[in-house]
């Protein structure tokens, strides 16, 4: 887990300076076999971002393109349609005293998420897609009752 301390501007340089970090670790998670999607904001669309991205993926992991991303589409993000909601549940069950508080409730709860949580977030994304297309790209959750 990554926390941004308050007031920072996300540019191109910071944003690659996480990168050196989170690379090593998400390659370690996977064995390198991964798929990395970002979203449209300025710091993941930049030409230096993509070029880092080039130069320090492993060759067994994948970046979507910018032109691959669908637009807008946190209904297609697990983290957005599951995990950060049952995440916020789970952080606060407790009163929240102050920043350092929040930081380590975010942490032990990431820590202690159940594998099930994070498998049923997964098991449904291609259905989600699947909506998704049958949507032409629109609004779908109708679909999915």
Avoid at 33 to 44: E, I, L, M, P, S
Avoid at 80 to 86: K, L, P, T, V
Wanted: proline letters at 5%; a negative charge.
């Amino acid at each position: 887990m990554y926390l941004i301390d308050q007031g920072v501007s996300i540019d191109a340089e910071y944003y690659c300076g996480l990168m050196k970090e989170m690379i090593p670790e998400m390659t370690a998670l996977s064995d390198g076999d991964f798929t990395f999607q970002q979203d449209g904001a300025r710091a993941h669309t930049t030409k230096l971002t993509l070029v880092y991205f080039a130069e320090h993926l492993p060759s067994t992991a994948s970046l979507l393109q910018p032109e691959e991303w669908p637009p807008c589409s946190p209904d297609l993000n697990p983290m957005d349609y599951a995990i950060w909601g049952e995440m916020g549940r789970l952080v606060y069950n407790v009163k929240i005293r102050d920043l350092n508080h929040l930081a380590d409730r975010i942490g032990d709860v990431w820590a202690e998420l159940e594998q099930d949580v994070i498998d049923k977030a997964i098991d449904v994304f291609i259905k989600r897609v699947k909506a998704c297309i049958e949507a032409n790209g629109g609004h779908f959750e109708y679909l999915l009752k």
